[in-house]
C-alpha cells in the first residue's frame, strides 16, 4: 500500500497569510494526486486534481504542484471560510490513501 | 446539477449489519464508478472499495473483504454499501463519492453528505 504522509499535521494562520501544505507518497505516484478540503460537520470538497488542476469553482488563491513523490498545496491569501481540514489522496493504485490532513485555523 | 444524496443515520448493536444507500442525479449514473469512503471520529479518510455501476464489477479493501458488499440499482440510480458483524471500532461517517477519471487519473467529485452509523449495545 502506498502510504501518505502530510506536514505539518496542523497550522496557525491569519486572514491573509500564504500558507503552504506538503504531502509526501511512500513511493512515485507521478501526478496521481488530488486535495480535498473538509469543513467541520461537511464532506470533503475537491480542490485540485492531478497533482495542479484547480477543480471549476474553486476560487484561484489555491494551487497545488508536484510530481513523483512531494506535492505541496498553496492559498495564496488565506480567507475566512479556508479554515479547515485538507486531505491529499492519491488515485495511483489501489488501495487509494488519504494523507493523515492537515488542520489550518485561525492564529 | 450533480449530487449524491445518502440515507439517514443509523445506530446498530454490535454484530448487526448496516446498508447504506447513495442516490445519484444530474448525470448518467452508469457512466462512473462509485466508491466508499468511510471517516471515524475526529479521525481520517478510509477507502472502502468501488462498485461499477454499469457492470456491478466490485473491488474492496483487503480490510472490509468479507464483510463488505456494495451494491446497485441502475432503474433508481442508487448504490448501495452493506457492512456485516459490526463493532464499535464500525462508529464512523460513511461516504459515497463519484470517481471521475481521465488519462488513467482519477479523483472524487462529487461526495454525499454522509451517513453516520453508531455501533453501540
Known amino acids: 500500500d502506498i502510504q501518505m504522509t502530510q506536514s505539518p499535521s496542523s497550522l496557525s494562520a491569519s486572514v491573509g497569510d500564504r500558507v503552504t501544505i506538503t504531502c509526501r507518497a511512500s513511493q512515485s505516484i507521478s501526478s496521481y494526486l488530488n486535495w480535498y478540503q473538509q469543513r467541520p460537520g461537511k464532506a470533503p470538497k475537491l480542490l485540485i486534481y492531478?497533482?495542479?488542476s484547480l477543480q471549476s469553482g474553486v476560487p484561484s488563491r489555491f494551487s497545488g504542484s508536484g510530481s513523483g513523490t512531494d506535492f505541496t498545496l498553496t492559498i495564496s491569501s488565506l480567507q475566512p471560510e479556508d479554515f479547515a481540514t485538507y486531505y491529499c489522496?492519491?488515485?495511483?493504485?489501489?488501495?487509494?490513501?488519504f494523507g493523515p490532513g492537515t488542520k489550518v485555523d485561525i492564529k | 446539477q450533480v449530487q449524491l444524496v445518502q440515507s439517514g443515520a443509523e445506530v446498530k448493536n454490535p454484530g448487526a449489519s448496516v446498508k447504506v444507500s447513495c442516490k445519484a442525479s444530474g448525470y448518467t449514473f452508469i457512466a462512473y464508478y462509485i466508491h466508499w469512503v468511510r471517516q471515524a471520529p475526529g479521525q481520517g479518510l478510509e477507502w472502502m472499495g468501488w462498485?461499477?455501476?454499469?457492470?456491478?464489477?466490485?473491488n474492496y479493501a483487503l480490510k472490509f473483504q468479507g464483510r463488505v458488499t456494495m451494491t446497485r440499482d441502475t432503474s433508481i440510480s442508487t448504490a448501495n454499501m452493506e457492512l456485516r458483524g459490526l463493532r464499535s471500532g464500525d462508529t464512523a461517517v460513511y461516504y459515497c463519492?463519484?470517481?471521475?477519471?481521465?488519462?488513467?487519473?482519477?479523483?472524487?467529485?462529487?461526495w454525499g453528505q454522509g451517513t453516520l452509523v453508531t455501533v453501540s449495545s
Open positions: 489522496q492519491q488515485s495511483y493504485s489501489t488501495p487509494l490513501t
Open positions: 463519492a463519484r470517481l471521475i477519471a481521465a488519462d488513467g487519473k482519477g479523483w472524487f467529485d462529487p
Open positions: 462498485i461499477n455501476p454499469n457492470s456491478g464489477g466490485t
Open positions: 492531478s497533482a495542479s
